[in-house]
């Protein structure tokens, strides 16, 4: 099955929307989850609640929310707009934006937990080696918390590429800008007609779905393996 | 070197009001678990905060409560060899051993020194094994590497034996001694196992109940009654030095000490070699005239220097032996019997089977220069 350029525009714009979510709240998860795991601060149970949100609201409330945030006169979009000239709203990167608030609880979840599972007798002893904090962060633990990592990695970028609600509330569909492969899904699907176009664009999606979750269980294997020290 | 330790800590019900000093040689901190020798270690390590006092090692004040000095862990520049050997799961043998180098102040310690070491610990061919398909005396031997590669002004020991059986302890321990013998870095070395004092401590800390009760040269220590009781009966006993004097056919070394020969089942060491061995004091065997017709090869002309009546029913008796000095524990019934006083002469017995080879060490030549 050869794709049409229609298809293309849609993956491409989904992957980018994804990979661009991913990368982008990747570090800000780290430093979220470290900050759950390992610190006590005021306001510690406001974070995690915080974080949690979009996991527990309806998708169209959080894309609701970020329309009135992000939005042309949103509090935060109109500054953006006026300092940077950045518009989100009904945009690729707006879409972005959607799909990293969706995913970043289930990212910070993992990441945190692989926090938790951090022996940190290794980090008293890479201390006494000499290790200033952060390089005991950087070599000993990152490593050891990478399976952690790569899961929240894979679980929030099968979130963004997924991620359809808050999406379509905040940027809406429009083709080759912000239809990402469930809102072109969806649009097909209330269109008479449009089922064997839908059912295309479905196994695609079945397809990249089951990708990324093979390469990523291969991945998180061998980095299981490799901090295990076998 | 001479680090110096005042601290004062409560933790939960357990209090920590300790006072110790160490220097050049080999520290041990004896005492039971519990009585607060970890806990010790780590505040000198910077691993856990006392909440007063004083911890200086030379010059550097590495905690001062007052002056509200609090040294980080990586700058005090202390090496620690934890019990469970903590090597980094992620990384190999080799990256293991260097991860201190690149964080070393005055640079690492060169590729010489790094290869020497390797060599002596026998874990050359281990450089790029995993670390989980390591033994326990191998994991052992790469965290002592790994500590002394990064170039530590102190090294601490938390009873790195503890966890290896009596076969993988001899991977290591001609090591510790080794290292001690060679002027590595002073060590302080935490243990209840009083076999590994005889081989490798200078200084003698006696802890308990979180105070360093009794503290000093290792052999006054031991040589004194009046710590019988704090070291616990089983364990009390004396260290002596002789000069290995003969190997016999039938098994047994001779040992020359300075008031007599002691005769025991076969050391490893060639003759002419310095040994200090432990005598426990239960071992001892007292007796008012010449023993004749008695199994033991070993009786040993002494006079009594002190007498140490405690609470239970036994009594440690100390004596001298030319210029060693042993401990007895007798019964209360036996001193008075035998009317024991102080000046008195007397025969010191010792079994053979008492001193195995294990009680043994051969004796550094540097210990007394280093002292």
């Given at each position: 099955?050869?794709?049409?350029?229609?298809?293309?525009?849609?993956?491409?714009?989904?992957?980018?929307?994804?990979?661009?979510?991913?990368?982008?709240?990747?570090?800000?998860?780290?430093?979220?989850?470290?900050?759950?795991?390992?610190?006590?601060?005021?306001?510690?149970?406001?974070?995690?609640?915080?974080?949690?949100?979009?996991?527990?609201?309806?998708?169209?409330?959080?894309?609701?929310a970020?329309?009135?945030?992000?939005?042309?006169?949103?509090?935060?979009?109109?500054?953006?707009f006026?300092?940077?000239?950045?518009?989100?709203?009904?945009?690729?990167s707006?879409?972005?934006?959607?799909?990293?608030?969706?995913?970043?609880?289930?990212?910070?979840?993992?990441?945190?937990?692989?926090?938790?599972?951090?022996?940190?007798?290794?980090?008293?002893?890479?201390?006494?080696?000499?290790?200033?904090?952060?390089a005991?962060?950087?070599?000993?633990?990152?490593?050891?918390?990478s399976?952690?990592?790569?899961?929240?990695?894979?679980?929030?970028?099968a979130?963004?590429?997924?991620?359809?609600?808050?999406?379509?509330t905040?940027?809406?569909?429009?083709?080759?800008?912000?239809?990402?492969?469930?809102?072109?899904?969806?649009?097909?699907?209330?269109?008479?007609?449009?089922?064997?176009?839908?059912?295309r664009?479905?196994?695609?999606?079945?397809?990249i779905?089951?990708?990324?979750?093979?390469?990523?269980?291969?991945?998180?294997?061998?980095?299981a393996?490799r901090?295990?020290?076998? | 070197?001479?680090?110096?330790?005042?601290?004062?800590?409560q933790?939960?019900?357990?209090?920590?009001?300790?006072?110790?000093?160490?220097?050049?040689?080999?520290?041990?901190?004896?005492?039971?678990?519990?009585?607060?020798?970890?806990?010790?270690?780590?505040?000198?390590?910077?691993?856990?905060?006392?909440?007063?006092?004083?911890?200086?090692?030379?010059?550097?004040?590495?905690?001062?409560?007052?002056?509200?000095?609090?040294?980080?862990?990586?700058?005090?520049?202390?090496?620690?060899?934890?019990?469970?050997?903590?090597?980094?799961?992620?990384?190999?043998?080799?990256?293991?051993?260097?991860?201190?180098?690149?964080?070393?102040?005055?640079?690492?310690?060169?590729?010489?020194?790094?290869?020497d070491?390797?060599?002596?610990?026998g874990?050359?061919?281990?450089?790029?094994?995993?670390?989980?398909?390591l033994?326990?005396?191998e994991?052992?031997?790469v965290?002592l590497?790994?500590?002394?590669?990064?170039?530590?002004?102190?090294?601490?020991?938390?009873?790195?034996?503890?966890?290896?059986?009596?076969?993988?302890?001899?991977?290591?321990?001609?090591y510790?001694?080794?290292?001690?013998?060679?002027?590595g870095?002073?060590?302080?070395?935490?243990?209840?196992?009083?076999?590994?004092?005889?081989?490798?401590?200078d200084?003698?800390?006696?802890?308990?109940?979180?105070?360093?009760?009794?503290?000093?040269?290792?052999?006054?220590?031991?040589?004194?009654?009046?710590?019988?009781?704090?070291?616990g009966?089983?364990?009390?006993?004396?260290?002596?030095?002789?000069?290995i004097e003969?190997?016999?056919?039938?098994?047994?070394?001779?040992?020359?000490?300075?008031?007599?020969?002691?005769?025991?089942p076969?050391?490893d060491?060639?003759?002419?070699?310095?040994?200090?061995?432990?005598?426990?004091?239960?071992?001892?065997?007292?007796?008012?005239?010449?023993?004749?017709?008695?199994?033991?090869?070993?009786?040993l002309?002494?006079?009594?220097t002190?007498?140490?009546?405690?609470t239970?029913?036994?009594v440690?008796?100390?004596?001298?032996s030319g210029?060693?000095?042993?401990?007895?524990?007798?019964?209360?019934?036996?001193?008075?019997?035998?009317?024991?006083?102080?000046?008195?002469?007397?025969?010191?017995?010792?079994?053979?089977?008492?001193l195995?080879?294990?009680?043994?060490?051969?004796?550094s030549?540097?210990?007394?220069?280093?002292?």
């Amino acid at each position: 099955m050869s794709l049409t350029a229609a298809e293309i525009t849609i993956v491409a714009l989904s992957l980018k929307v994804a990979v661009t979510a991913t990368l982008l709240s990747l570090p800000i998860a780290i430093f979220v989850a470290w900050l759950l795991a390992r610190c006590t601060f005021k306001g510690k149970a406001l974070l995690n609640i915080a974080v949690h949100l979009p996991l527990v609201l309806p998708p169209v409330v959080t894309g609701y929310a970020l329309l009135l945030l992000f939005g042309k006169q949103g509090a935060i979009g109109a500054m953006l707009f006026d300092v940077f000239g950045i518009t989100l709203a009904f945009r690729w990167s707006g879409a972005a934006l959607a799909a990293a608030v969706m995913g970043f609880p289930l990212m910070v979840r993992a990441i945190r937990l692989g926090f938790e599972a951090v022996d940190r007798k290794l980090e008293e002893a890479a201390a006494t080696l000499g290790a200033p904090r952060m390089a005991v962060f950087w070599h000993v633990t990152l490593p050891l918390i990478s399976p952690g990592i790569l899961a929240g990695t894979v679980l929030g970028f099968a979130k963004a590429m997924g991620e359809f609600g808050a999406t379509i509330t905040f940027v809406a569909s429009i083709p080759g800008q912000t239809e990402t492969l469930p809102s072109a899904i969806y649009t097909l699907l209330q269109v008479p007609g449009g089922e064997s176009a839908a059912l295309r664009l479905i196994l695609l999606s079945v397809a990249i779905s089951i990708a990324a979750l093979a390469i990523s269980e291969a991945l998180v294997r061998r980095a299981a393996t490799r901090v295990s020290g076998a | 070197m001479k680090l110096e330790v005042d601290i004062q800590c409560q933790l939960g019900a357990f209090a920590l009001d300790a006072r110790m000093s160490a220097a050049v040689g080999t520290t041990v901190l004896f005492g039971r678990s519990g009585s607060g020798k970890t806990t010790l270690i780590n505040m000198i390590a910077g691993l856990q905060t006392p909440q007063g006092g004083r911890i200086t090692l030379d010059d550097t004040v590495l905690f001062d409560s007052t002056q509200k000095v609090n040294q980080p862990v990586h700058r005090r520049r202390i090496g620690y060899v934890f019990q469970d050997a903590r090597l980094f799961p992620h990384l190999s043998v080799a990256r293991n051993l260097d991860f201190g180098a690149r964080f070393a102040v005055d640079g690492p310690l060169g590729a010489t020194r790094r290869s020497d070491l390797i060599e002596v610990l026998g874990i050359g061919a281990l450089l790029n094994r995993r670390t989980a398909a390591l033994s326990g005396g191998e994991k052992q031997r790469v965290a002592l590497g790994r500590a002394l590669l990064s170039n530590p002004r102190l090294l601490l020991l938390d009873e790195p034996l503890a966890a290896l059986d009596l076969e993988r302890k001899e991977e290591i321990l001609p090591y510790l001694e080794q290292l001690r013998a060679q002027g590595g870095p002073p060590m302080i070395y935490v243990t209840h196992d009083m076999s590994e004092i005889v081989r490798l401590a200078d200084t003698l800390v006696i802890v308990r109940d979180g105070n360093c009760a009794v503290q000093g040269v290792a052999e006054d220590v031991l040589a004194d009654p009046e710590n019988v009781k704090l070291i616990g009966v089983q364990d009390a006993g004396s260290l002596l030095q002789g000069v290995i004097e003969s190997h016999a056919q039938d098994g047994l070394s001779a040992i020359r000490l300075s008031a007599g020969l002691l005769h025991v089942p076969r050391v490893d060491a060639s003759i002419g070699r310095q040994v200090r061995m432990r005598v426990r004091a239960q071992d001892v065997i007292l007796s008012l005239s010449a023993p004749v017709g008695l199994s033991s090869q070993n009786a040993l002309e002494a006079v009594v220097t002190g007498i140490h009546v405690g609470t239970g029913p036994g009594v440690a008796v100390a004596l001298r032996s030319g210029s060693d000095r042993l401990i007895a524990r007798v019964t209360g019934r036996a001193l008075t019997q035998m009317q024991l006083q102080i000046g008195q002469k007397i025969w010191a017995i010792v079994k053979a089977n008492a001193l195995p080879p294990a009680a043994i060490a051969r004796a550094s030549s540097s210990r007394h220069s280093s002292a």
